[in-house]
């Protein structure tokens, strides 16, 4: 069964700095992987998906992860905070094998970004 | 294009009584997935339809709980008798039903039980 690790239930950067937020992923395929955002009082918004295409994934709102076989990770980063990034963070995988999964994914614990100015 | 709709957005309620919490999928969409998010808890699974079949019911926490897909696009998640426990938002999402396929979130239902 796949699993997906947040490392880190709170990050806070100061406005301007890189954002890295971290998510490592524990299947014996390369799964399907996903990164949302939720903000306050808000459903999860889906922020970039990899799907084998290519491993540097380019999401919205400047987000982008690189998915790494090696390391079993897919990191999510920005090079410059905005104020308006400040929210949590969900990692999330799909099996990428034989069988049906019907759409479902497992999620991370969430990470909250705060931005400081 | 519409999104995945829930209704009510708000809910308080007193202990003991029905809550039915209701979602529209996005049309065509195949697949429709029940949430609960707590801070103690963080985002569980309730339920899951496929097709309008209900395929994993294994997170609903208890028999106060059941969930229903009449048709592909409507779905209602009821809690009878409601406890104050049960006080938490309860989001919908609904996907394509693929592995590569993202899952599309609801603005959630905060429901308060008193």
């Known amino acids: 069964a796949q699993s997906v690790t947040q490392l880190g239930s709170h990050v806070s950067v100061s406005e301007g700095a890189l954002v890295l937020l971290r998510c490592n992923y524990s299947?014996?395929?390369?799964?399907?992987l996903f990164w949302y955002v939720q903000y306050p009082n808000q459903g999860l918004q889906l922020l970039l998906k990899y799907t084998s295409a290519a491993t540097l994934v380019k999401g919205i709102n400047g987000f982008e992860a690189e998915f790494k076989k090696s390391e079993t990770s897919f990191h999510l980063t920005k090079p410059s905070a905005h104020m308006s990034d400040a929210a949590e963070y969900f990692c999330a995988v799909s099996p990428n094998a034989g069988g049906t999964s019907y759409g479902k994914l497992t999620f991370g614990q969430g990470t909250i970004l705060t931005v400081h100015p | 294009d519409a999104g995945v709709i829930q209704s009510p957005r708000h809910e308080v309620t007193e202990m003991g009584q029905e809550v039915t919490l209701r979602c529209k999928p996005i049309s065509g969409h195949n697949s429709l997935f029940w949430y609960r998010q707590t801070m103690m808890r963080g985002l569980e699974l309730l339920i899951y339809?496929?097709?309008?079949?209900?395929?994993?019911d294994s997170g609903m926490p208890e028999d106060r709980f059941s969930a229903k897909m009449p048709n592909a696009s409507f779905s209602t998640l009821k809690i009878q008798p409601s406890e104050p426990r049960d006080s938490a938002v309860y989001f919908c999402a609904s996907s394509f039903g693929r592995s590569a396929q993202p899952q599309h979130f609801g603005d959630g239902t905060r429901l308060s039980i008193l």
């Open positions: 299947s014996s395929v390369p799964p399907y």
């Open positions: 339809f496929n097709n309008n079949v209900p395929i994993d």
